[in-house]
Structure formats: structure tokens, C-alpha cells
């Protein structure tokens, strides 16, 4: 363990302090190695070692899960991983590795298809590291000076991969999300860095737990929503923080600016344009050696930010994460189909006034609408829809009221979605 916290502490150093001086010549000669040493060791990129990056396949999550074995270097199939990573679901035991020290996880699945990844003991290191570095505030570094700093994350499957953040210097907890939140509640007080999707920090803004001050408050796993980023900011305080995580590895946390870093030190990342601001990222993550992630495209739509970050902090950043490509909506059109952006929808909807919370769903020319406040917020909703459409040119869709839909507890969070 001395050696594990060791080079934990030395990747942290290395992302604080190191890496922002040495950025562009660094990432460009750890790119080149990657692809000149590290490729070949998946049999999907036998014979390609060397090659520029533009030559190679882009591929998805189907593309790697279709093939499983021929992605990661140890030749692991996609039923050994399984088998591990359902027993730790089913027993809610994370522990478990395969030969070697792998780690094996899990997505949620929200796009319908389950991701599985896998991660040695030496990049769960580093990637506690670069996080660590990252996104540690100077008020967290105070406490850390003095004693452990308590870290509560609220998510619905463990990993060793967040138990590397474990030391003598971080007290990590994990609180389950199949377990009620509200069981949770008594272990809180005290804790220093609040982490839990976002409609998790807002059931706990609003249960208010006696003792609970935490110095950061961050948001991962789901859509941060202003509204939401409004209502535990005022119950805490705090700006919330964001961290932006797939199973393709840790692509941007936020800054003192409340913009997304990409995180391009350790990920090449190149923009697929759906327009002059919205793109889908084709992700490459150049730190990973035991599961290749090379030109990996995802399916969530991410809005760029203008200009350089007034943070100072080098890369490119982006203003937001939209949600995924099913998350924008479609209204009829003269000229075929016109998206809805998730961005753009929020907004129309705040303008329907107070509606407790809310799911739109849209199945073909169907809108269908719940609220959590009066059932007279349905229909306001639809006054907006009409004429967010009349605004695009578009056919307002027909607008139904529909029960809450049932949603467990561990499961992502997503109030627009298009179902067909």
C-alpha cells in the first residue's frame, strides 16, 4: 500500500504542478509513443503500430463489445469480464479482479447497450492521480494538510478504481445507490467532498442533514442541469463542481469558471461537428495500455465554449455536457426534421414557471409530459413547445399528459428522452 499511495502522490504532483508547464510537447510525445508502443498490443491494431492517428478506424461501443478480446492487450473476452462484473453487482462486492490485477466495470447502460471496462492496478494509480490533481481546491488542500480529507461518493456500482483514492491522507466512503438515499443520510456529517450524480446531491440538498458543510460539491455521472446546479447551490453554498466520466475513461472536470476541461493531457479528443458548437467526441485515450480506447466515437453531444478559458487553464474546454444524441427531440419540418437541442428545451420549459420536476418523452409526433407540481404545469409546458416550434419553423408535436415514469433508484437520471 506505501507504494501504491507513493504513486498516487506522484501523479497528483505531476497534474498540479508539471504537467500544465510541459502541456503541448508532453501529450504530443506520450500520444506518439502511445501509438508506436502500446497499440500493437491489442490484436485489433496488430500491424498498425505507428501509424498516424487520422489512419486508424473509428469505432463504437458495439464495434468494441462485438470483439471484445481484441481490444484490450490480455485478450480478456467479454464473458470472463462479465462473469466478474455481474457477481460483484449481484453481491455488492467490487473487490474481485481477473489475472493479473484488472479491474473490471460496469456502465449503467443508458444508451440500451452495457459498457464494460477494464483498468490495471498501475492506471487506477493514475488515473486517482490526475482526478486528485485536478480537481482538489485550494480549500480541500488546506484540510488535506491537516488531516484526512473525507470524500462521500454516491453511485451505484463500487470499483478498486475509486478505492485507489483510499489513503492515509483520503477517507473514501461509498454509499450505494441501491440502497435508499435516506439510509445515507446519518453517515454524511462531517464529510468534506460531497460526489453524487446530480438529482442525488438534490434530494440531499433538500433533506438538509444536520452536520453535513462540505467545501466541494460535485456532480458526476448524470446532466447537470442548471436548474438543479441552482437549487444545491443554494442549499450548500457552493458552486458545484462537475467531473465528466465514460466508460472510455475521464474526459473533463470543471473549473473555478464553471467551464468543462477537457481532459487532453491524458485523452486526444477530435470534435465530430453537428453544427458551429455542438459535436459528438471521437475520444483516444493515450494513458490507457490494458483496454485500447483509440478513436472511440460517443454518442453525447457536448456544447464548446468561445475563446480560451478565463481560468488560464490549457486545452480546450466546453461550455456543457448536452446529454446523448437520444436526448434531442425532433419536430416535422418542410425540410425533414428539426432537432430540439436538450439545451434549448430546458430553456423553453423554464419558461413554463414553477413545475416541480419534470420527464418529456417523445414517441414519434407524441410529446409526452409528467410534473411533479400541479397537473396545469402540463399545459403550460405545451404552450412553450408550440412556441419554441413556431421559433424553429417547425409542426408542434401533440403534447400529452403521462404518469411518472418508474425509475429505480441506481438508475441515471434523464428528464428528455426520445424513445421512437
Partial sequence: MPGSQAAVAASFARERWLLPRVYDAARARALERFLREDLPRASFYAGLAGRPL??????????????????????????????????????????ATLPGGVTVGLSSGTTGTRGVFLVSEQESRLWAGILLGQMMAPASLRVLARRPLRVALFLRAN?????????????????????PV????????????????????????????????????????????????????????????????????????????????LNEGHVHIEPEWIDHRRFHPVVTDFTR?????????????????PGPCPCGRPGRSIAAVLGRADDVLTLAGDGGAVPVWPDVLRHAVALAGELGDYRIEQHGDE???????????????GVEIERLAERLRAR?????????????????RRRIRRLS
Fill in 54 to 95: 487520422g489512419d486508424l478506424p473509428v469505432v463504437d461501443k458495439r464495434t468494441v463489445l462485438a470483439d471484445f478480446a481484441a481490444f484490450n492487450r490480455y485478450g480478456i473476452t467479454l464473458e470472463q469480464a462479465l462473469a466478474v462484473a455481474e457477481a460483484a453487482e449481484r453481491s455488492r462486492d467490487f473487490t
Fill in 159 to 179: 470499483s478498486n478504481l475509486y478505492e485507489t483514492l483510499d489513503s492515509r491522507r483520503v477517507a473514501f466512503s461509498w454509499h450505494d445507490l441501491t440502497v
Fill in 182 to 261: 435516506e439510509d445515507h443520510l446519518p453517515d454524511l456529517p462531517g464529510t468534506d467532498v460531497l460526489v453524487a450524480p446530480a438529482s442525488v446531491l438534490r434530494r440531499i440538498a433538500a433533506a438538509r442533514p444536520a452536520g453535513l458543510r462540505p467545501i466541494q460539491v460535485i456532480s458526476v455521472a448524470e446532466t447537470l442541469d442548471p436548474e438543479d446546479e441552482a437549487v444545491i447551490r443554494g442549499s450548500f453554498g457552493l458552486p458545484v463542481e462537475q467531473i465528466y466520466q465514460a466508460t472510455e475513461g475521464l474526459l473533463a472536470v470543471s473549473c473555478p469558471a464553471g467551464r468543462l476541461h
Fill in 289 to 305: 495500455t490494458t483496454q485500447l480506447v483509440v478513436r472511440h466515437r460517443l454518442d453525447d453531444v457536448l456544447l464548446a465554449a
Fill in 367 to 381: 410529446w409526452r409530459v409528467a410534473v411533479t407540481g400541479l397537473p396545469a404545469g402540463i399545459s403550460r409546458v
Fill in 396 to 412: 408542434p408535436p401533440v403534447v400529452v399528459p403521462m404518469g411518472w415514469p418508474v425509475e429505480a433508484p441506481d438508475q441515471k
